[in-house]
């Protein structure tokens, strides 16, 4: 790997970045040349039992296939277990993108850098919910 892509700020410690999603934020660490996925002090596979979130929070390193080994450290905090892992994933990917501009190409065609925006509606006043009337009744 050349010193060309690799941005500045990367003294050799680790690569922040944050992602997010609905109201979970991840603070994502990204350790060169180690591995292993520690969320919130525990292994990733602990925290995130199904299977199912288990990928989507390998995913970017999937799709991006980048050369150098990492391990990555992650602090997670708000929201469901769900949308806790797809912050993962978006953190994940933006380090991940500092890291080396080349991996953007199929990141970004993934949708892994793009935040989800998709958020729960507010609750309107005179409803039960953010859409949900009262039921009527003719008589």
Do not use: C
Not at 102 to 112: D, M, T, Y
Not at 117 to 139: D, I, V
């Amino acid at each position: 790997m050349s010193t060309k892509t690799k941005p500045a700020a990367f003294s050799g410690k680790y690569i922040e970045a944050v992602g997010r999603r609905k109201t979970s934020v991840a603070r994502v660490r990204l350790f060169a040349n180690s591995e292993g996925i520690i969320v919130n002090n525990i292994d990733y596979k602990k925290y995130f039992v199904t299977p199912d979130m288990q990928k989507i929070v390998e995913d970017a390193f999937r799709k991006s296939r980048p050369e150098t080994r990492f391990g990555v450290s992650v602090k997670v905090e708000g929201g469901g277990i769900h949308s806790q892992s797809e912050a993962v994933r978006h953190g994940m990917s933006r380090a991940l993108n500092d890291f080396d501009i080349a991996l953007r190409h199929s990141l970004k065609k993934a949708g892994f850098l793009k935040r989800d925006p998709r958020m729960k509606e507010r609750r309107k006043f005179g409803l039960k919910k953010a859409r949900r009337a009262p039921q009527w009744s003719k008589r």
